[in-house]
């Protein structure tokens, strides 16, 4: 699958190549030089080191439409343990011609020294799918961190969504991940995750205990223009989360990211809505360049959060 030169965004990143096992895990190792925040968990684990083998997960897959069949199939896999994906499904009855999978995690976690890369390709006019089979859990950690490198790129007037499962932060969990985003105007893609700060009844120091979590997002035409970005960096040992103005109480974190034609963001901010109860306080707002909207939510429980992710969806 071609790719692009490098190009660059605003924090001087350079746009990683996923496009083979070898080069993903070079655009891994870069993604660790440029990121500040990492400076304190360098050190590598006594067990086994970082991005070793068995540590370093990668999964790249291709979906064509494929018109003789009428449908869009994945043309193209390639996988490295522990990261995996099962065959293309077509559950969905109101769109019989998406092709839905599921990725695998297959150790169940992810633990201190993991590198991840995801790459997702959606060819012209491609409806794809991609899910994951259970929440992630990121494991205590006491040395290192874990990384997971996300590419999706999508070609004119195809349709693509990543909405994954919860991310779960154990405590002293280090996690930093970066997703990179190309499609043309004419296309869409649907991503979002639900950030869930630890586990409530596991332990006392569990729920807002986790050390890091940096979470970056660049969104690029298919000609390198930059679109927008965010980096979203949460360290709660230095700013609490409890307070009026950041968390007020609430516990979980959703956010989904609608890129769509331009023709379709007022009809998705005034379908979003926007409201503060006891439950959810949640929004909308439109992305810089009519890139599409982006929903926030913030809740008491998960079930509550996804719930309003799920309604943001059906729109």
Not at 193 to 219: C, K, N
């Amino acid at each position: 699958m071609p790719e692009a030169g490098p190009q660059r965004g605003l924090e001087g990143s350079a746009r990683p190549d996923c496009s083979s096992f070898g080069a993903a895990k070079k655009s891994l190792a870069r993604l660790e030089l440029g990121a500040k925040e990492l400076c304190s968990y360098l050190d590598e684990p006594p067990q086994m080191k970082s991005a070793a083998v068995g540590k370093m997960g990668y999964l790249r897959l291709d979906f064509r439409r494929d018109e003789a069949l009428g449908r869009t199939v994945l043309a193209d896999l390639d996988r490295r343990a522990p990261l995996l994906a099962q065959k293309a499904l077509y559950w969905d009855r109101s769109q019989p011609d998406m092709a839905c999978v599921i990725t695998i995690e297959s150790t169940g976690c992810i633990v201190q020294g993991d590198r991840m890369a995801l790459c997702v390709h959606a060819g012209e006019e491609a409806h794809a799918l991609v899910t994951t089979q259970c929440a992630t859990k990121v494991h205590v950690m006491e040395h290192n961190y874990a990384s997971f490198l996300q590419h999706f790129t999508l070609g004119e007037r195809s349709w693509l969504e990543y909405v994954p499962a919860p991310l779960i932060l154990h405590r002293h969990a280090r996690f930093v991940q970066d997703t990179w985003i190309t499609l043309p105007s004419s296309a869409g893609f649907v991503f979002g995750e639900i950030l869930m700060p630890g586990r409530r009844w596991h332990h006392t120091e569990e729920q807002f205990g986790f050390d890091l979590y940096s979470a970056g997002l660049h969104v690029l035409r298919e000609d390198g223009r930059l679109v927008f970005e965010e980096r979203l960096v949460l360290e709660p040992e230095k700013t609490s989360f409890c307070n009026v103005g950041v968390m007020a109480g609430y516990e979980v974190f959703g956010s989904l990211f609608a890129l769509v034609p331009e023709a379709c963001i007022p009809a998705l901010k005034e379908g979003a809505g926007s409201d503060v109860t006891e439950k959810v306080a949640f929004g909308a707002l439109s992305l810089p360049g009519n890139a599409g909207v982006a929903f926030r939510v913030l809740g008491r429980n998960v079930e509550d959060v996804q719930a309003k992710i799920r309604s943001f969806r059906s729109l």
